[in-house]
């Protein structure tokens, strides 16, 4: 395998742990070269030029080399702060970097995608809608790994969705009207579809469906495996605690 020597790319840290005494083993999403694992040598210790540096939610310039799967970490700058998310949008920005390590292969170029990531980022941070937010990144992420929702058309009569109607969605398929018998799929009204494609019009009852509509997509998606930033704030903040627009209301 050739060496690769690649130097300032902007990018974000989606997962960091311990390796060795020392350094890090860090997640990265560069905006040119995808998902990638860079060891971070020296990153652990007191007088590291880079332990502040590698968080979450920061755009970060960066570079690496070698020859495998796993790089190593050769630049890493900051170009300003990293975007404050605090409480739940904080957990919220934990479930963004969560999906993208569970759908993006390494070295898989999303160059569109990373662009909605840091915008995701941004607009928690400005305190935008967070449900809102999710929603939209969740249709961005299928779309740009190749399971894009199908919300535009009846996919009985080819005709477009109309906003009045109640469809049943069913993951990998599409909608279809519901009718008497037809019990399979996610019950979703045409103006909730309608206003997921548009991006706009999250009213109280778009926000329920479309949190069970793509919520069952990637479940399927995910061939059943949990997601440890929902069960991580479960166990923060337990029943008795939380409250009523906690981020089980959101994921």
């Known amino acids: 395998m050739t060496a690769v020597r690649v130097k300032g790319q902007p990018g974000f840290v989606l997962h960091r742990r311990p390796y060795s005494e020392t350094s890090l083993l860090v997640d990265l999403f560069s905006r040119e070269h995808g998902r990638l694992t860079v060891i971070a040598k020296g990153a652990r210790q ?12 920061g755009l970060i310039t960066l570079g690496w080399s070698g020859k495998g ?25 934990y479930y963004l970097n969560e999906l993208l390590l569970k759908f993006l292969h390494r070295y898989d170029p999303h160059e569109t995608l990373f662009d909605y990531y840091q915008a995701a980022v941004v607009q928690l941070a400005q305190g935008v809608d967070d449900e809102t937010v999710l929603r939209v990144f969740e249709k961005q992420l299928m779309n740009e790994a190749g399971y894009g929702l199908q919300l535009d058309r009846d996919q009985d009569s080819g005709t477009v969705l109309k906003a009045d109607i109640t469809y049943r969605y069913l993951p990998g398929v599409g909608a279809f009207v519901d009718k008497p018998g037809r019990n399979e799929g996610i019950l979703v009204h045409g103006s909730s579809m309608i206003a997921l494609r548009t991006e706009t019009g999250f009213d109280e009852r ?8 793509n919520r069952s997509v990637l479940r399927v998606l995910l061939e059943g495996r949990p997601l440890l930033s929902r069960a991580v704030y479960l166990r923060l903040y337990p029943a008795s605690s939380r409250p009523s627009t906690g981020l089980q209301d959101l994921m």
């Open 46 to 57: 007191r007088k590291s030029q880079v332990r502040g540096v590698l968080r979450p939610f």
């Open 69 to 93: 799967e796993v790089k190593t970490l050769t630049q890493c700058e900051s170009p300003g702060p990293a975007f404050n998310l605090r409480r739940r949008r904080l957990f919220c920005g």
């Open 206 to 213: 778009a926000r329920l469906e479309l949190k069970q509509l």
